[in-house]
């Protein structure tokens, strides 16, 4: 797939096929500008490819017949929530999308209660959502979506503007929509966040620089940092560690691997420290 703003400009992104699939969570990352939101506008036909082609299941995003329906299984989160409000409720809010597929009323208020009940925002029915925390309006867009019962859900940079707890919220509620069998696609800047994907796609330049699990491309610290991205300080700690001469597994991310792999490099500095020491090698001789 190749895209280009405008005719005379060059193209800002030459992507090879690619499949996304259900059920599993993709993290996009890759420096500022590289193309990252132009790619993801095209899941929901937002934008067109200039070649090639982009079909969600069977339904190619050229085919203005198929619109409604790509954007009823593609639901697209922004950066900024205060963007993406529609009603003057929460409840009214969420049931804008389904009530526009034209459902009957009550099934447009199940939804809205189950959707709310998995964002954790019942309760909240008839507040109005400027009411409501920049977390808060995050979860609202969200239920909106899942109102639609959609197959896929990209977010573009969606905890950037959030506090600590409200991104933790928002980063478990994907965790649940992936196990629930929705494909996520989550654009960020935070390799921590990266890290709790299945997969990670890198995008330099408009090119897909590599594509694989976050243990294989996030422990790329010297990579990482040529291209701009920021490692996760676990992995930066594992690489300084062995940049000393330390012998430490290449391929950790999580928090509780790097205490194993530092206990078991404590464990040989003591051990070597003991044998080393003259008195000791002079009475095992
Ligand atoms: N509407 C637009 N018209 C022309 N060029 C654009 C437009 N939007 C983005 N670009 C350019 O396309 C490239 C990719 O931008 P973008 O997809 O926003 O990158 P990212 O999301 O990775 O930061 C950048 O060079 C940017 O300047
Ligand atoms: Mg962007």
Request: overall charge negative; charged content about 20%; some cysteine.
């Amino acid at each position: 797939m190749m895209f280009a703003y405008e005719k005379h400009l060059p193209p800002v992104l030459q992507i090879p096929d690619l499949i996304i699939k259900e059920g599993e969570y993709t993290a996009l990352i890759g420096p500022n500008g590289c193309g990252k939101t132009t790619l993801i506008r095209h899941f929901n036909a937002l934008l067109l490819p200039s070649a090639g082609g982009v079909w969600i299941d069977d339904l190619n995003t050229r085919e203005a017949r198929n619109l409604v329906e790509i954007r009823r299984r593609v639901g697209m989160i922004f950066q900024n929530p205060d963007n993406q409000i529609v009603g003057m409720s929460v409840e009214e809010d969420v049931a804008f999308g389904p009530g526009n597929l034209g459902l009957p009323s009550a099934e447009v208020g199940r939804r809205v209660k189950e959707a709310l009940a998995m964002v954790g925002l019942t309760g909240l029915e008839t507040q109005p959502p400027y009411t409501l925390s920049g977390g808060q309006k995050q979860l609202l867009a969200l239920a909106g979506l899942l109102a639609m019962d959609p197959k896929f859900i990209i977010l573009d940079e969606p905890t950037s503007s959030l506090d600590p707890a409200a991104r933790q919220k928002v980063l478990s509620l994907l965790q649940n929509l992936r196990q629930q069998g929705i494909g996520i696609v989550h654009i960020t800047h935070d390799m921590d966040e990266a890290s709790r994907a299945d997969r990670v796609l890198v995008l330099d330049q408009g090119k897909l620089a590599a594509d694989g699990s976050p243990a294989a491309i996030l422990t790329r610290v010297e990579w990482l940092k040529a291209l701009g991205l920021a490692p996760t300080q676990v992995t930066e700690l594992m690489w300084k560690l062995r940049q000393r001469g330390e012998t430490m597994a290449t391929n950790i991310l999580a928090l509780d691997e790097a205490v194993n792999e530092i206990s078991g490099l404590l464990e040989r500095l003591r051990a070597s420290s003991n044998g080393g020491l003259p008195g000791k090698a002079g009475r095992s001789v």
